[in-house]
């Protein structure tokens, strides 16, 4: 299994990484079962990021903050609830950071962990406050018939479809196709073991499919 | 050959397209799951290209000031001793404690075996769930795993009811226990396409659990409203059949409430019905049987923040049987471990039906009949909530039962009706019984309700089988006071009759009203129960056959004599009535005051129900 790979804007901090041999062995180990040597390097940002280098907190933040934007605004539909939850959990991101230790699993599951407990309680203010707008039917998530033969979804279908799937199997939709993360993460990220990440997979892509083209998997 | 579920093979291809192959090699591989293959992974495939939502760049750069001010502020801050709190791994030493304690001293580790039969309101529960998960660490079986997490979520049902026995507000933390060990439990069935007794085992429980989850509603408080929402949308969802590509129940879709409907059902599109006037959407998600055009029904729906309303399930209603149960209130007699008394009549419990509290002779309380294989049971049995007392300035909270006209469309989604006159606030547990007609403007309908803050909330809304002029009202209330010349019954203003006789404060009455602008005039009146008086209980029944003056009713058979008061339209078979009554010296149910509500039969071929029997079986008396 391959694990999640990220792209950091900050290349030279990461080049800079993988040139260098005799990091952390022990972690690098554990890495190394995980075979992501992306996940050494951004390791190792996030070592200077505890010591509260700028750069290095620059490179994270330019990481995830269009990452945790894309997350938010796939489950909430919304420009502006979805940028103020990418900076509270930038900024809980670098409270935080200290607290985190490498475990073999990349530093996105532990920044998407903060996401998902954010927009859970998000949710939860959210429908106190009456403001969840389930508006859109389904009628306008359904991809019309040339739809299937095109290369990718229209994000605002997928977006209205997704409103319709369960928590969890927006969840799995949302960090392993859209985020990449790898089932492992996808699992640490949702309190959830690996095969039922495998189980919730195939029935979020099935209701996905049968919500927008109407067929049964 | 090693069996491999398609989760597996689905979960390998997908990571095996993510490394550079192609779905046609994949698919290759498994030319028998080809087609399923190829459209789930085909589907992955476009997920993945679309394209993501971009922040606004001025924005992005606007949080970064804020974050790298933050930064600073934490680099020139003095380092204390950190803890290290990741996600999870405190927990993990804790638990590791728990599975030493259990290995080392099985069922007599001290804490541990003292917090098996701790409730959720106990400190020691957390440390039960926690032993529950590291029993679950070592279990490899996926099938005996479901069959643990089974169990332990029957568990959480019991303690929920035990809670509600002992009329204690139901915690957060066993809803969300429930609702984890249901979703974990549906997850490996859900892979396990064979194990079909424990699927069936799942659902079948799943049932029972989601029936008490709705009984439950009324004493979930808000703030543990959305633990209850996801604990009853996963008790839901564990029910819908596996092998279909069935998105859920949402939490959300039940943000609103959860609501009874019964009514007769007319088909507007593929996915929506109207009942009695009001749109539900009936779809895969919506356990029962199959809807047809004009039968009766009964539905439970979830209502979203917009007002929506979406069928957990529907059943229909048996030809004869009136579609929702008949209701008696009044003070407990007798209490035995088999059933109440009430009236001189035996009401059996089952261990299905649903306390709230301790039931104690002497107690008022409402009992919803149900049906059983051995006739009618106890349904569900409630406290009646005495009233508040009113103080000097503060208004009394007050039961009324009231009947008037609808005013305007109550078609589309609101939280206000206007009957008679008056604005009811539609709760989110309002039930509204259709059963006789469409709820619409200048129908007559019948609200059980509540005053408080001056505000009326609805509690049952029933369309009734009755012509009825706009300005016409009627009353069932207690008399409170009167003062400057206004009655106060049910905590309304009522005009008074002039030269009449105030009657006692704390007696029942039966009003019937007239609408004179905004004022409710009273033009006749009747006294139903002093305010001493204890032994009178109300019926509220659907009248399956008449004898004379004996009424069968689901309850069993009342006499209305003609010393009774009597209200309403003649009696017919089939009608509803609300009986007031005490049991007689030859053991029979006398009526005293009797309101007949439907001028026509609300039942189309009524057959008289089992009645329950009238004599106390042997048992031990129950405290």
Redesign the interface.
Known sequence: MRAAVWTLPLAKSLDKAREAPAREKAAGDVAGRAGAPDVLAEWDLVKRAQAFESAAIEALYQAYYPKVYNYGFLQMGDVQAAEDLASDVMLKMIESINKYHFRGLPFGAWVFRIARNRLIDLHRRRRRRGEVDLSETLSSALASPHALAERALDRGQLQVALKHLTDEQRQVIVLKFIEGFDNRSVGKIMARSEGAVKSLQHRALGSLRRLLYHDRV | MRFRS???I??EC??AI??GETVDECLARYPVHAE?LE??LT??????????????PW??AA??Q???Q???D??AEPKGV????????WLRPVAITLAVLLALFGATGGTVLAAQNSLPDSPLYRVKLASEDVRLWFVFD?AHKAQILIDQSNERMDEILEMNRQDKEVPSNVLTALRSRN??AA??L??HPDETALKTSLVQQAETQEANLILLFPQVS?SDR?PYNEAL?ATH?ARLP?D??????????L??GVQHISGTAEKVNENLWSVGGLEVRVDQTTIGQPIEDGSAVSFVVGK???G?LRALTVSTSPAGQPPSGSVVSGQVEQVTDQGIVIAGQFIPITSQTFLTGKVKKGQKVEVRLGKSETGLVASTVRPVATPAPAGDEQEPISQLTFEGVIEGDVKKPTNEWKIGGLSFTITPDTAIDASAGQAKSGTRVLVEATRQDKQLSAHKITVLATDSPPESAALIGVFDKSRDGVWYVGGLQLVPPERTTDPLAGTLLFVDLVRHGGDLEVKSYTRIQAPDDTSLVRLDVTITKLDGALWTVDFGTVRVSSTADFSGPEETVGARAIVWGRQNQNGVLEATFARVLDKTAVIATPAPASPVPSTVPAGNAGP
Do not use: M
């Open positions: 398609f989760n597996s689905l979960d997908l990571a993510q490394q399923r459209r789930l589907l992955a495939d476009k997920v993945r290209s679309t394209p993501p939502a971009l922040p606004r924005r992005q949080a970064w804020r974050v790298h933050r930064a600073t934490l680099r950190q803890f290290n709190l990741d996600y999870g791994a996926d979703e974990r997850d490996i859900a892979e808000d959305t949308a969802n596996t279909q590509a069935v998105a859920g129940i949402h939490p959300e879709e943000s609103d979203n923040s917009r929506q």
